[in-house]
C-alpha cells in the first residue's frame, strides 16, 4: 500500500466530524492497475444520510446569511489549500482510478481553479430591475437553494466533486455529496482540505454506500432542494423519476456518444492530435470523449497512416510510471464491455488496424489493461455505431458528403459533446449549426473550462455546469415588487 492512501480518512464526514457508519460495514478500494486493496471505506445508510441532510439544513441558514467577502474569502481559501495539495490529491487519484499521474496534477489544480473562479462568480449574481410604475420597484433577486445533494463518478473524481459543490457553495447552499464507490478516496482528500479551511460545520457533508439507498434517501427528501448527478443515462433517468414527488430542481449530465468529423480540407496533422489527445485522455473513459470518427472519404487513407503511428508511440502502463500515456480501465466489466463490441464489429465486416487486445503480460498481469485500439469499415449495422464505448477504441467511418456526415453524426439518442476539423467558414458554420449536441469543439478539443457551460441535450441530460450558468443552478429567482406607500 502506498504510504499516501494511508494518510487518507475513510470515515464519513457528517456535521463537521469524521464517524464510522452505524452498521461498521466497509467497502474495499481497488487499485485497478495492481488489483491490490488499498484501502476500506465506512458506509452510510438511510439513517446517516439522513443525518447528513439535518446538518446540511441546520448549516444552511448562518451559510446564506454569512457576508459575501467572508464567503468569497473562504471558498479562496479552499482554492489554495486544493493547489497546494494538489500532489497529494493526484497521487491518492491515480492509484485508486488508475489514470496517468500527470493527467490527475491536471485535474486537482484545475479544481482549485473552479473554486476561485466560482468565488468570485458569486459577487456577479446581479438580479435585474425591470420597468414598474412611479410608485413600484420591480426587481428579480437571485437567492440559495438550500440544501443540495450531489451524486458524483468515478471517472473523473476530482473534477466533478469541485466542479458541482464550487457553485453551489459560491450561491451559498450547503451539501450532501455521494461520491463514486469505485474512487472515494479522492473525494475523501478534497473533504480534508474542506476541514483545513475552516468550513463552518455542517456546509459540507460526504456519504459513502449504496448507491441505491443513498440517492433514494436524497430524492425522497423535502429537504434536498436540489440534486446534481453525473452518471449514467438509465441511472439519472431513474433518479428524475424518484425526484418528481419532491419537485426538485434537478441537473443531469449523462452519457455521451461524441461525433469527430474530419473534413476534406482538415488540417490532417491537428486532427490526428485532436483525435488522440481527447479519445486516450483518461483511457477513454470520458463523456465527451470522441466515439465515432468519421473521415471524409478523400483523405481517409492519408488520415487512418497517420492517426495508426500516432497510436503506435503511446505507452500504456500503471499511472504512476510517469512515461506511462494510458492507464488501466476502472474494471474487468469495462473490458468486457469492449470486447463485446469489437467481437460484434468484427463478425460484420469491420477490421482492427491496432490493438483489439487486452494485456496480460508482465506488469500488466494483475491489471485491467487494454491495447489502444483503431477500429476501420465501422458502419450503422455495428453495435459501436450506437453504444457509448468508455474505453481507448478508436472506430473509423468514411463518409462523402456534408449533409451525409451531419445525419449520421445526430444519429443517437445523445447529444453532450461533439467536434469537427474543418477550414472552410461554411463548412464550419453548417456542422455548428447543425449538430444536436450542447458542446461543439470547432478545430479544437478542449471543450470544458469554469468560463464556459458544459452540458448536453436530449438523453445527456439538462441544465449546465461552468461559466455564469452554472451557478445559476443552484439559485432560485425572485420577483419582489415593492410599493412605496
Request: proline share 4%; with cysteine; hydrophobic share 40%.
Amino acid at each position: 500500500m502506498s504510504n499516501v492512501i494511508e494518510q487518507v480518512h475513510t470515515q464519513l464526514f457528517i456535521d463537521g466530524q469524521w464517524v464510522e457508519g452505524d452498521s461498521k460495514e466497509t467497502k474495499e478500494v481497488i487499485n485497478p492497475a495492481t488489483g491490490e486493496v488499498i484501502a476500506k471505506v465506512a458506509q452510510a445508510g438511510e439513517a446517516e444520510t439522513k443525518r447528513a441532510i439535518e446538518a446540511a439544513e441546520k448549516a444552511f441558514p448562518a451559510w446564506r446569511d454569512m457576508e459575501l467577502k467572508d464567503r468569497v474569502e473562504l471558498l479562496n481559501k479552499v482554492a489554495d489549500l486544493l493547489e497546494e495539495n494538489a500532489d497529494y490529491i493526484a497521487e491518492v487519484m491515480t492509484i485508486e482510478q488508475g489514470k496517468p499521474f500527470k493527467e490527475s496534477q491536471v485535474e486537482s489544480v484545475g479544481g482549485a481553479d473552479l473554486f476561485r473562479w466560482n468565488a468570485e462568480e458569486s459577487r456577479r449574481l446581479y438580479g435585474e430591475l425591470i420597468p414598474a410604475p412611479n410608485d413600484h420597484k420591480f426587481e428579480i433577486v437571485y437567492q440559495p437553494i438550500g440544501v443540495v445533494g450531489a451524486i458524483t463518478p468515478w471517472n473523473f473524481p476530482a473534477g466533478m466533486v469541485t466542479r458541482k459543490l464550487a457553485p453551489a457553495l459560491a450561491a451559498g447552499n450547503t451539501i450532501v455529496l455521494k461520491p463514486s464507490g469505485d474512487t472515494p478516496l479522492t473525494a475523501l482528500a478534497i473533504f480534508e482540505q474542506f476541514e483545513a479551511a475552516g468550513l463552518p460545520t455542517g456546509v459540507v457533508n460526504l456519504v459513502m454506500g449504496s448507491s441505491e439507498v443513498i440517492g433514494k434517501t436524497m430524492t425522497d427528501s423535502d429537504t434536498v432542494r436540489k440534486l446534481t448527478f453525473t452518471g449514467s443515462t438509465p441511472i439519472g433517468k431513474e433518479l428524475y423519476k424518484q425526484s418528481a414527488d419532491t419537485l426538485k430542481k434537478i441537473s443531469l449530465e449523462l452519457g455521451g456518444h461524441a461525433p469527430f468529423i474530419v473534413h476534406s480540407d482538415a488540417d490532417i496533422d491537428a486532427a490526428v492530435e485532436g483525435l488522440t489527445s481527447a479519445k486516450f485522455r483518461n483511457n477513454g473513459q470520458v463523456c465527451v470523449s470522441p466515439n465515432r470518427i468519421f473521415v471524409h472519404e478523400s483523405i481517409k487513407d492519408t488520415f487512418t497512416e497517420r492517426l495508426v503511428e500516432k497510436v503506435k508511440t503511446l505507452k500504456v502502463g500503471n499511472g504512476m510510471d510517469e512515461s506511462s500515456d494510458i492507464g488501466p480501465l476502472i474494471r474487468e466489466d469495462a473490458i468486457d464491455k469492449i470486447q463485446e463490441q469489437l467481437d460484434d464489429a468484427t463478425s460484420k465486416g469491420a477490421k482492427i488496424l491496432l490493438g483489439g487486445e487486452r494485456l496480460t503480460e508482465g506488469d500488466y498481469a494483475k491489471g485491467t489493461f487494454y491495447a489502444p485500439t483503431v477500429l476501420d469499415g465501422v458502419d450503422r449495422s455495428m453495435d459501436i455505431f450506437y453504444k457509448e464505448t468508455f474505453g481507448p477504441v478508436v472506430p473509423l467511418i468514411s463518409y462523402k458528403e456534408l449533409d451525409e456526415v451531419i445525419e449520421m453524426a445526430n444519429d443517437t439518442e445523445f447529444g453532450l459533446a461533439s467536434y469537427a476539423f474543418a477550414s472552410s467558414a461554411k463548412v464550419i458554420q453548417e456542422i455548428s449549426r447543425r449538430l444536436e449536441y450542447g458542446i461543439v469543439g470547432i478545430n479544437a478539443t478542449a471543450i470544458s473550462q469554469p468560463e464556459t457551460p458544459f452540458g448536453g441535450v436530449k438523453h445527456s441530460g439538462f441544465g449546465r455546469e461552468n461559466s455564469h450558468l452554472g451557478i445559476k443552478e443552484y439559485v432560485i429567482e425572485k420577483f419582489v415588487n415593492t410599493r412605496f406607500i
